[in-house]
Structure formats: structure tokens, C-alpha cells
């Protein structure tokens, strides 16, 4: 009995051990977008500097006049998940081409990388939904009309020590305007004199 248990473990183990070597299709769009040459070479160019977070990818190639950018993306990383073995860094090779009015983008994965569900956990499909996604980016940034890298700021006084001025809310004219209540001051006492008469002086009566 115990050895059956045993051999079930074995063959499990083993199982989530296995390591396969697998990789995944390349993919392209073209993507039609209004703009001129060189205005194109510059967003993309801008896309890839943004995509490209980790010192490991690298842009390798750039030529404006004939409207390609061509880059090594790392995709994924793995450190040593098996004693002995060597880290593992996924990468894909990332080609953009543009011209007046539209843009190509290719990704390739460069070779193949081992997969098991244990240890290095980054099957073909998953890598396929990674390239995907950063196609889908690509004709979100190029498509956009506006600049993205600009960011909104607030109205800035050409005098610096100038003072801003109050933002006065309009009146609407549904509502009714009710004014303030005036309350008359009641006019302070003054105190009257009377009228004192002048005393009189009277003769003293000789005795």
C-alpha cells in the first residue's frame, strides 16, 4: 500500500516537473491612421520609449527616413526556479513601420522558452494575449489626435505677483434672488434738560 502511495507521488512530481519547450506565432497589423510621415515616426517613436520600462528592452534600430523603428522587448522574466538551472528572460522583437496616413506594427517572440505549470508558468497562449495587448496599445496611442504626454495645467498669471481674480458664479434667472433684510437702527435717547429756573436772590430782611 505504501508503495503505491509512493509511486503516485513520484508520478505527480514528475508530472509538474516535466519541462517543455514551446514559443508563439508572430503578429502583424496595419493600421490606417490620419498624419503625415514624419509625424507618425515621431508618436511611434514616443510609444516605444514609453513601452519600453525595463533596462533590459532595448530599441535597437531607428532610421526616420525610412520610417522604421525596430526594438528587443522583454516580455517576461524568470528567476532560477530550478536548482542549478540559469534565469530565464522571454523576449520578442518589436518592428514598426510608417508612412503618410498609416503604421505596421510586427511582433515576433525571438526562440522558444521552457514552460511547466510549476516554475516557468508562461504558456504560448498566455504570450499570445501579452502580444495582442500590446497591439491593441499601439493603435490606441497612434490613433489619438491629441497629445497624451502633455498633462492639463491650471491658467498661469504672467505677473507673478499679481493677484488672481474672484470667479463670480452667473446668476440664474429661475432663481429668486433675495435681498438681505435691512434693520433700522432705532435713534439714540438724548437726554433732555429741564428748564431750570434762576434762582433768585432775596433781600435780606434787616432785623
Known sequence: MKTS???LLVFLFSSCMTIKYVTAPKASEIIDVSGTKNDLYVSAN?????????AKSVIQFQDKEAGKIMGRYLMRSFGVVIKGASAIDVYSLITISVKDNATRIDIEPLGNWPYNKSGYAYSSEM????????????????????D??????????????????????PIDSKKKVVAPIETKKKPEK???TKNVKPVQK?????R
Open 5 to 7: 502511495y509512493f509511486i
Open 46 to 54: 514616443l510609444w516605444m520609449v514609453r513601452t519600453f520600462g525595463s
Open 127 to 146: 504570450a499570445q494575449m501579452d502580444i495582442k495587448a500590446l497591439i491593441n496599445e499601439y493603435r490606441k496611442f497612434i490613433s489619438l489626435k491629441e
Open 148 to 169: 497624451i504626454w502633455q498633462k492639463p495645467s491650471l491658467p498661469i498669471s504672467a505677473n507673478k505677483n499679481e493677484i488672481p481674480q474672484k470667479i463670480v458664479a
Open 190 to 192: 438724548i437726554a433732555k
Open 202 to 206: 432775596v433781600n435780606e430782611v434787616s
